[in-house]
């Protein structure tokens, strides 16, 4: 485990500054908006604003003010944000981002949770400054693994909690999953659309038939991507490799349609928040490994299932679409079922308070009822 400190060279920047004096834009329907993907009036802004007025030291500057890390791990180099509790007695908490996204979602709910945990924030495998796997099967439970030795093994935790959003969510499930005597509860959040039409319940409730006709319609309008991710990654990945504004317009057009902005993306995040998220991706040249974790999780048949510890889901109404509780427990008993009715599928940047309020909630009861029981086996055995 050593200290890390976020540091591009200026010659990226440099490139990355050529780059965007040289694009060359497509065409545009009349009036569309965003009705065919990214806006190009809103794109240009954001590229213009890339290119004259974002700051990126300003921006590494400020990232480099949380304690950063990194731990070799089954020859990987992890990289991962850790801060101690303010409290006398803190219990560690395991937070992992998803795609598009990176770490730095977890950033503004790390102060909210200081005076009850220590915080555990890593960029995954392949995404930001984590190494990148450069052999296959580098999945959603392989990813899990590697995080449990973080936890358990580098940091020293024999106990841990989870809180997961999107592939993050399904990596703290798998954790739970493959080790329960380590992990205390789960906190989990977003939608799962990935549904087997041809094989649905035959007792479904009106909620869960909304659900699934819910799934249907964006399955057929939104999940392209995920399935070009899962199927040709590393086609797609020289496009967005080597261009930054096709690599912008990829990811920002997942926070528009993703987000509870009401068509208005800033109404969520600023132009900083936005491209200091694309430029983690740009100047580690990741987006090619984020993808390809898709490939090898839609191969792993052992994700996305619901381990038989305490867990809790925080839904919102305005992420995908609603997951009825119903549903969700088909996979196991949920020991907590929050539904709110904002935010979208980026919470922790989006409703940070929300997120904190419940995850305290649940935690605090879970880490309470564990220390009952650990203490009345310990005074039966004695």
Request: aromatic share 12%; with cysteine.
């Amino acid at each position: 485990m050593k200290p890390f400190k976020i540091d591009v060279s200026q010659e990226i920047l440099n490139d990355l500054n050529d780059r965007l004096g040289k694009i060359r834009w497509p065409d545009e329907i009349k009036n569309s908006g965003w009705n065919y993907g990214v806006s190009l009036a809103y794109l240009m802004e954001l590229i213009k604003y890339w290119r004259e007025e974002f700051d990126w030291r300003r921006q590494e500057k400020n990232l480099n003010k949380f304690p950063q890390f990194k731990a070799e791990i089954n020859g990987l180099n992890i990289h991962f944000i850790y801060i101690k509790g303010k409290g006398a007695k803190n219990s560690p908490l395991l937070c992992l981002h998803g795609w598009p996204s990176s770490f730095i979602q977890m950033l503004k709910i790390i102060p909210l949770l200081r005076d009850s945990f220590d915080i555990v924030v890593p960029s995954l495998v392949g995404y930001g400054f984590s190494d990148v796997s450069n052999k296959p099967g580098m999945s959603v439970s392989q990813m899990a693994e590697i995080f449990h030795r973080l936890m358990a093994i580098v940091l020293g935790y024999k106990r841990y909690a989870g809180r997961g959003i999107d592939l993050g969510a399904g990596i703290i499930r798998q954790l739970g999953m493959n080790h329960p005597e380590n992990v205390i509860g789960i906190h989990v959040g977003g939608t799962n659309p990935l549904i087997d039409f041809e094989n649905l319940p035959g007792n479904m409730t009106e909620a869960e038939k909304k659900f699934v006709e819910n799934a249907k319609k964006w399955s057929n309008e939104e999940k392209a991507y995920a399935m070009l991710h899962a199927s040709k990654p590393q086609t797609l990945a020289y496009g967005l490799n080597d261009s930054p504004v096709g690599l912008a317009a990829w990811i920002v057009e997942k926070f528009h349609r993703w987000s509870d902005c009401g068509g208005d993306i800033e109404r969520r995040f600023t132009k900083d928040e936005l491209l200091t998220n694309i430029m983690i991706y740009w100047v580690t040249q990741t987006i090619n490994s984020s993808m390809r974790l898709y490939y090898e999780t839609m191969r792993d048949s052992s994700v996305w299932k619901q381990p038989k510890i305490p867990v809790a889901l925080l839904m919102s109404s305005k992420d995908f679409f609603q997951t009825p509780r119903e549903w969700a427990e088909r996979q196991g008993k949920a020991s907590r079922y929050t539904e709110i009715d904002r935010g979208g599928h980026f919470l922790e940047w989006e409703e940070p308070e929300l997120v904190t309020e419940d995850i305290k909630t649940f935690f605090h009861f879970t880490f309470f009822f564990f220390s009952v029981i650990h203490a009345s086996c310990a005074k039966s055995t004695t």
